[in-house]
């Protein structure tokens, strides 16, 4: 019975919808790229680099996860960055990724936009003929910074229509409701940019709903504490707007005690369209298979559960209803490989 639910998890075809390049940064190519550039970095080797990663807070994270990603200089950088979690998750069977870039983080050191995006598109580009992985490339504004920052990396987005598919909006959640972006996804929104932010990571069911009828969000990142209020998860069970929920890195953040309390079956029982995510799997230790042999293994899920979660991954992205049908039928023809069937 496990052996199949692990099978299952080690080669469903699946979607991650909820990943931030940058967070995929390994310890021991930031230090290669540190020394190629000529970055000081207060960690000499691999194990300092880990011990680091000690967290207890989203904040905790970020700071570290700023200074990390302060190796990437170079269109190269970027490109070998991508290129190394595209090969990483060829071996977990994802099938399609709506990849998270975080541009106000490169062009406040000096690095251009464009440098950033054509590192990570040739990438992708490369990845979908040698790999058949395709995706979707969501630009975040960084909530830490004030909105007329977010209205430059706007501005540059708009000159890349044709590369960038959605906006969103990450980093620090407390204190900054998502409101105070209302204008610039007012903006992009028009533009033709798909909103996605991050809400209910930390913050309350009460960003949820702010997001949803501000920001006019299609998809929430995280939404965890969605879950504490009734009328927003029947509003995102009604309306199946999906969640894409990230177990390790809540329980690495400590949103969690323990990888039992993660809110995954607590979504599915609701009727959620939840998915399961790796986050900055770099720094949480752990991939996107990783994430579902975590809920597997913690919360007791049944093979259908399972089977629902790859499928989910899909149901939730922003591939066309003919796509998702096709990775949808190709999940249903390997379950039956697997059962013998
Ligand atoms: N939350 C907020 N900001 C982030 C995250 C996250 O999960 N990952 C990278 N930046
Ligand atoms: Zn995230």
Known sequence: MNDLSYALIDNLPKAELHLHIEGTLEPE????MAKR?????????VEDVRAAYQ????QDFLDLYYLGMSVLLTEKDFYDLTWAYLERVHADRLTHVELFFDPQAHTDRGVAFE????????A????????????KLIMCFLRHLPEEQAFEALECACKHKDRIFGVGLDSTENGIP?????????????????????????GTAENVREALDVLKIERVDHGNHALDDPMVTKRLADQQTPLTMCPISNWRLKGIPSLSASPVKRALDAGLLV??????PSYFGGYLNDNYRAVFKHLGLTETEVIQLAKNSFAGSFLSDGEKQEQLDRIDHQVNTLRGT
């Open 55 to 58: 967290f207890d807070c989203l």
């Open 29 to 32: 190519m930031m230090l290669a």
């Open 178 to 202: 998502p409101s105070t972006f209302a204008g610039v996804f007012e903006a992009a929104r028009r533009e033709g940019f798909t909103p996605v932010a991050h809400v209910g990571e930390e």
């Open 115 to 122: 440098t950033v995006l054509d590192g990570i598109t040739s």
């Open 275 to 280: 998915t399961v995510n790796s986050d900055d």
């Open 124 to 135: 992708l580009e490369y990845a979908k003929r040698e790999l058949g992985i395709t995706s």
């Open 37 to 45: 550039n000529k970055v000081e970095l207060p960690y000499k080797t």
